[in-house]
């Protein structure tokens, strides 16, 4: 139970510190910038492994914003994390998402995602990801 709460926490505390980033990285020297993202992709690796599907679920959406915003960062661990929840998860939703999140992670160049103002809805993201990736794929094929 208390490692539950833990994990709750932590994926509470790097929601909060993710929708601060663009603020953040704006207004901070290149130091501060790099260690606020490698905690929080340190979090965010932690979260993937949890067992509870809202925390998982809210960890892949707070990687695809971190990715929005470190673009050129590396991100293999999480990509590895990702395809293993998309392959074996049981929950067929988050399969769907970690897919699409190890997609663009993969491919993520040339796919803008840009998060609704003033709320948190996952789905739009994913939505953008999806409509994007079938669009490159259509006309590459």
């Known amino acids: 139970m208390k490692k539950r709460i833990l994990n709750f926490v932590l994926a509470i505390s790097l929601a909060v510190t993710v929708f601060s980033v663009g603020i953040f990285a704006k207004d901070s020297t290149a130091a501060k910038a790099k260690l606020f993202y490698q905690r929080a992709l340190e979090i965010s690796q932690s979260s993937l492994e949890n067992k509870i599907p809202g925390i998982v679920e809210g960890s892949i959406y707070n990687v ?8 050129n ?20 939703s988050i399969r769907y998402k970690a897919h ?42």
């Open 73 to 92: 960062a590396d991100y293999s661990n999480v990509i590895d994390e990702l395809n293993k929840i998309a392959e074996s998860y049981p929950v067929t």
């Open 64 to 71: 695809v914003l971190l990715k929005k915003y470190y673009p």
């Open 100 to 141: 699409l999140a190890s997609m663009y992670l993969t491919m993520g160049n040339g796919i803008e995602v840009s998060p609704k103002k003033d709320t948190y809805e996952h789905e739009y993201i994913f939505k953008q990801i999806a409509d994007q990736l079938e669009s490159k794929l259509l006309v590459a094929n």
